[in-house]
């Protein structure tokens, strides 16, 4: 059995600040005590976790969990359980390579040890790399999640924005799959050319003067009925007013920091076009268990089989958290930075 220190060292924000640049430069590496598991509780040895942009608008007092400060941020990643509870359940991962996840009001993934409930781990294959595996728990499900909603509505072709994130990159996998065309929109001429050398039939850029006419016609011409908006604001609007009648926008992110805007209302009254939001814990709450536990298998296998990858651009020791999230918040379109603690 593997000995377990009785401290670890953890990334700390000592409260939150609505400014990121602050917020980044508030954080802290810092010693923590292992304290005792609850009966369904195990202990993680992790090995990386990413950072989101669920973790930035966190650290700014910007998303819809908070936490009680001083807090460890992150809210997934990948290690080895090397202890558990008394819970039949728990004990069943003692030993077993997961991805994990947390949302209650306790400390995050953004250490060497982190402790959660067994429910908020996902055994892995042993076959599954590690960089992989820590960013596994959200965005692979995030966007099965939101192509269902393609599958649901029949869909020939899908738009989507922030196109250059990795949900983006993995709603293009599974849309290739099923031959559904993708309007991919992304902000940088940059990202437009890597996804085009990628393959990329259909790239916009949000930031060219008639953005909103090309995006008008190629919809009408695809005949798009789903866009999938992770940015908000007024692309929100902007997308609803371009989508063909019966079309129906899926938020799921609000990268502008800005409220949803610019919705044209002769268009909601007269196109019966549909406003609606997307959430992973909601999702997998209906999903219910073993349903998850199947699709977790099929994205997996996905995964092992290298249909599914999530880019990775770097990885840095816990202690460099500040130039981890500085390359990160640099160029999120070039992949995710991992802190992978022990290095
Ligand atoms: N609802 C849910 O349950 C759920 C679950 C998982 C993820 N998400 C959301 O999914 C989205 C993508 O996450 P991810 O982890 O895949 O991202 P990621 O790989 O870290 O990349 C972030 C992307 O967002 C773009 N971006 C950032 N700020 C932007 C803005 N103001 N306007 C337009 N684009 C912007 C970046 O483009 P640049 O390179 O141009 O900066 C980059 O392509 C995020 O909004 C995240 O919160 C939602």
Not at 20 to 43: G, N
Not at 85 to 102: T, Y
Not at 185 to 210: C, M
Not at 301 to 309: A, D
Request: aromatic residues 8%.
């Amino acid at each position: 059995m593997e000995s377990i220190p009785s401290t670890y060292t953890a990334v700390v924000l000592p409260d939150y600040h609505p400014n990121t640049i602050r917020a980044m430069l508030s954080l802290k590496s810092e010693q923590k005590e292992i304290r005792e598991l609850k009966d369904d509780e195990v202990l993680i040895k992790m090995a990386a976790a990413p950072v989101n942009p669920s973790d930035i608008a966190f650290m700014q007092g910007g998303y819809n969990i908070s936490k009680t400060t001083p807090v460890v941020p992150g809210f997934e990643g990948a290690g080895r359980v090397v202890a558990a509870g008394k819970s039949h359940k728990a004990e069943q991962l003692l030993k077993k390579k997961v991805s994990c996840f947390a949302q209650e009001d306790v400390d995050g993934t953004w250490a060497e040890y982190f402790i959660t409930k067994e429910k908020n781990c996902i055994p892995l294959a042993e076959d599954m790399p590690w960089e992989q595996a820590a960013c596994f728990a959200v965005n692979p499900f995030t966007a099965y999640g939101l192509f269902e909603e393609a599958r649901i509505a029949k869909s020939t072709a899908i738009i989507q924005n922030a196109a250059g994130s990795q949900v983006g990159n993995f709603i293009r996998k599974l849309a290739a799959k099923s031959k559904v065309d993708v309007i991919n929109i992304v902000r940088k001429e940059s990202t437009l050319k890597s996804l085009q050398e990628e393959g990329a039939k259909y790239v916009l850029n949000s930031s060219e003067e008639d953005f909103e006419e090309k995006l008008r016609e190629m919809s009408t011409l695809l005949n798009a009925n789903v866009a999938f908006d992770a940015v908000a604001g007024e692309m929100t609007g902007t997308l609803y007013n371009s989508m063909p009648p019966g079309g129906r926008v899926v938020v799921y992110g609000g990268l502008s920091g800005n409220a949803v805007s610019q919705v044209d209302v002769l268009q909601v009254i007269f196109k019966n076009k549909i406003l609606k939001g997307f959430n992973l814990n909601d999702y997998i709450l209906n999903t219910g268990r073993q349903h998850f536990q199947e699709i977790s298998d099929e994205i997996q296998r996905m995964f092992i089989g290298r249909e599914l990858k999530t880019e990775i651009q770097a990885g840095f020791p816990l202690e460099k958290i500040v130039d981890a999230l500085k390359l990160y918040l640099g160029n999120m379109s070039k992949g995710k930075v991992l802190l992978k603690p022990g290095n």
